[in-house]
């Protein structure tokens, strides 16, 4: 099984696994602080930044997140009910926190 790795993303691609880790510590947060149906979608959010684009979710584009909403989430999360009605919401959570965190 492979992973799709394109030409953007980390500077280093050895800094790969350090960018997981801070994706995943990201999506824990989110989960601490609005609970699990977010954290769920938080979770499938920084597997797909990790692992699509080796890159932290604060530095996703408008593009990516699109691309995430729309193709990946439907086709790979297998979200609820519940997580499907807030995936946009989880999204600017998510991404207003990593880029709070940043600051």
Do not use: C
Not at 87 to 96: I, N, P, Q
């Amino acid at each position: 099984r492979g992973i799709e790795r394109p030409l953007e993303g980390t500077a280093d691609p050895d800094d790969w696994e350090g960018v997981a880790e801070r994706n995943r510590e990201l999506a824990a947060a989110v989960e601490a602080e609005h609970g699990e149906v977010h954290g769920a979608n938080a979770r499938a959010l920084a597997e797909f930044m990790s692992n699509h684009y080796a890159k932290p979710v604060a530095d996703a584009t408008d593009e990516e997140l699109a691309v995430f909403v729309e193709e990946y989430y439907p086709r790979n999360v297998w979200p609820t009910d519940d997580q499907k009605a807030v995936v946009e919401e989880s999204v600017r959570l998510v991404r207003d926190r990593a880029l709070t965190e940043r600051q």
